[in-house]
């Protein structure tokens, strides 16, 4: 038998919303490259996250590793873009008090 060495495309794809996603699941590519950058083991990341297999979690630590720059100038960005969108709901939705609020609005309501 002759093994055939074929490389393989990283186990991501994007959604609708540009999240980057590891195989059919929902764990999302920062995730996996947070969890790594903090220490975390591939056996550590797939055991808490069962939906992705060791394998995949090799894969998209490998490619990180390739494209460093390119992955964290991804997250930056999408970092960058949830800090305006949270900022544009705050502008809309005052934070301050919501905690009470909703207590309020619970008592008021009586049991749901």
Not at 76 to 97: L, S
Request: glycine share 8%.
């Amino acid at each position: 038998m002759t093994m055939v060495v074929a490389a393989e495309p990283p186990p991501l794809a994007a959604d609708a919303a540009g999240v980057f996603r590891v195989g059919n699941s929902r764990v999302t590519l920062d995730t996996v490259v947070g969890a790594f950058c903090d220490g975390a083991t591939a056996e550590d990341i797939a055991e808490q996250y069962p939906a992705i297999s060791l394998g995949q979690v090799y894969a998209v630590i490998a490619y990180y590793l390739a494209h460093t720059a390119e992955v964290n100038d991804h997250l930056q960005a999408c970092e960058r873009r949830a800090a305006e969108v949270r900022a544009a709901n705050e502008r809309v939705f005052e934070p301050a008090g919501i905690h009470a609020r909703l207590i309020a609005r619970r008592v008021g309501q009586g049991p749901a």
